[in-house]
T-cell receptor
Framework: DAGVIQSPRHEVTEMGQEVTLRCKPI?????LFWYRQTMMRGLELLIY????????DSGMPEDRFSAKMPNASFSTLKIQPSEPRDSAVYFC?????????????FGQGTRLTVV | GNSVTQMEGPVTLSEEAFLTINCTYT??????LFWYVQYPGEGLQLLLK?????DKGSNKGFEATYRKETTSFHLEKGSVQVSDSAVYFC????????????FGRGTSLIVHP
């Protein structure tokens, strides 16, 4: 398997624009997580899905953030409108829960810069 | 709730020095414990794991032992290399039935030649 695939790797956008980050989890995994990483706050869990259903979005900072998982092989994280303080690295991760196997597999991340 | 506490970084060592990065946790029941490594510009990769008390996880010369009595999972390596320079994250899952990974803040390791 190619692992968790995120696109784009880098995104530079102007304040106020809509940004969409994409993620393809590992085939067969039933959990999908979106994280945000910044120097100030470290790694923050934004939202997670189980079997394509959003379970907990309490980490989403504002209503400007939304996430969807229309099927088992694709998820998006959208920011509309974007602001400079949204600049961060966004990671998608997936896992398959089984006996003794609860580790998360991470994508390479999307580095978002909002100017 | 669940939490993971790691020592503050950066940790700066010379090549071939001994490494310890401390990690303690708070969790319900018997969580699984992990160390992840993040190289510059990359995502987190699983380095090692332990799923029950007294288990020792090991990989690439790194080791960590699941100590339930002290709720710790310290990372050690006997002789570090420049290529080990990265950020190391301690994490837990499967606490109280939750499979959501909880991560520490990360510890930056810098190894000089």
């Amino acid at each position: 398997d190619a692992g968790v695939i995120q696109s784009p790797r880098h995104e530079v956008t102007e304040m106020g624009q809509e940004v969409t980050l994409r993620c393809k989890p590992i085939s067969g995994h039933d959990y999908l997580f979106w994280y945000r990483q910044t120097m100030m706050r470290g790694l923050e869990l934004l939202i997670y899905f189980n079997n394509n259903v959003p379970i907990d979005d309490s980490g989403m900072p504002e209503d400007r953030f939304s996430a969807k998982m229309p099927n088992a092989s694709f998820s998006t994280l959208k920011i509309q409108p974007s602001e400079p303080r949204d600049s961060a690295v966004y990671f998608c991760a997936s896992s398959k829960v089984g006996t003794g196997n609860t580790e998360a597999f991470f994508g390479q991340g999307t580095r978002l810069t909002v100017v | 709730g669940n939490s993971v506490t790691q020592m503050e970084g950066p940790v700066t060592l010379s090549e071939e020095a001994f490494l310890t990065i401390n990690c303690t946790y708070t969790a319900t029941g018997y969580p699984s414990l992990f160390w992840y490594v993040q190289y510059p510009g990359e995502g987190l990769q699983l380095l090692l794991k332990a799923t029950k008390a007294d288990d020792k996880g090991s990989n690439k010369g790194f080791e960590a032992t699941y100590r339930k009595e002290t709720t710790s999972f310290h990372l050690e390596k006997g002789s570090v290399q420049v290529s080990d320079s990265a950020v190391y994250f301690c994490a837990l899952t499967r606490s109280g039935g939750s499979y959501i990974p909880t991560f520490g803040r990360g510890t930056s390791l810098i190894v000089h030649p």
